[in-house]
C-alpha cells in the first residue's frame, strides 16, 4: 500500500513507535483497576511544531507498550524487568487475578507470537458468542484484539 498526503503531495511512511526518533520521554498516568490508582510509566515522544502550537505526540504502540509496563530501556522504574516481577500486568502479576499459572501464559503468548511470526501474522481467535454472557465481556474482547495487535495479525489474510 501506497500512502500520500494529497495536501502536502508527499509520501507518507509511517512509523510504529518513535522509540529511535523521539525527542523526548514523558510520562503518561494510567489508570490501575485493581486500587483505583494511576500509574505513571514513560513514554518515547516527539515536540512539534504547528501554527505557533507546540505538541507532543507519541504512537499508539508507545502508548500500548507503556500500559503494559513493557521496559524499553527508558529508565522507567515502573516497568518489569522480568515475568516474575509482580508489576501491573506481567505473567506474575496477573496470576493472582485470574488463578492462571505464569508459566501457562507465557507459553501460550510465546507459541501464539512464533505462530504469528512463523506464518506472517495468519494467527486467529475465534470467539463465539459464549463470552458475551460475562460482566467483562469488552475486556475479553480487548485483551484478544491487543494480543492479535501486537502480533501483527490485524488486516492479513487468514489473521485477525
Not at 7 to 35: H, M, Q, R, W, Y
Not at 102 to 113: L, N
Not at 119 to 128: D, E, F, H, L, R
Request: aromatic letters at 8%; one cysteine or more.
Amino acid at each position: 500500500m501506497h500512502l500520500k498526503d494529497s495536501l502536502a503531495n508527499k509520501d507518507i511512511d509511517p512509523k510504529l513507535s518513535l522509540i529511535d526518533i523521539a525527542t523526548d520521554v514523558v510520562e503518561v498516568g494510567f489508570g490501575d483497576f485493581t486500587d483505583n490508582s494511576i500509574i505513571k510509566r514513560k513514554v518515547p515522544a516527539l515536540k512539534i511544531n504547528k501554527k505557533g502550537n507546540q505538541y507532543i505526540v507519541a504512537s499508539v504502540f508507545d502508548l500500548l507498550a507503556a500500559h503494559y509496563g513493557i521496559d524499553r530501556n527508558l529508565n522507567d522504574l515502573n516497568t518489569a524487568k522480568t515475568y516474575d516481577d509482580d508489576c501491573a500486568y506481567t505473567p506474575a502479576w496477573q496470576e493472582k487475578f485470574t488463578g492462571v499459572k505464569k508459566e501457562i501464559v507465557i507459553k501460550i503468548a510465546r507459541e501464539f507470537a512464533k505462530n504469528a511470526l512463523l506464518t506472517k501474522g495468519k494467527s486467529m481467535v475465534i470467539i463465539g458468542a459464549g463470552v458475551n454472557h460475562y460482566y467483562y465481556t469488552d475486556t475479553i474482547y480487548r485483551s484478544v484484539i491487543n494480543m492479535l495487535t501486537m502480533c501483527g495479525c490485524i488486516g492479513q489474510s487468514g489473521g485477525g
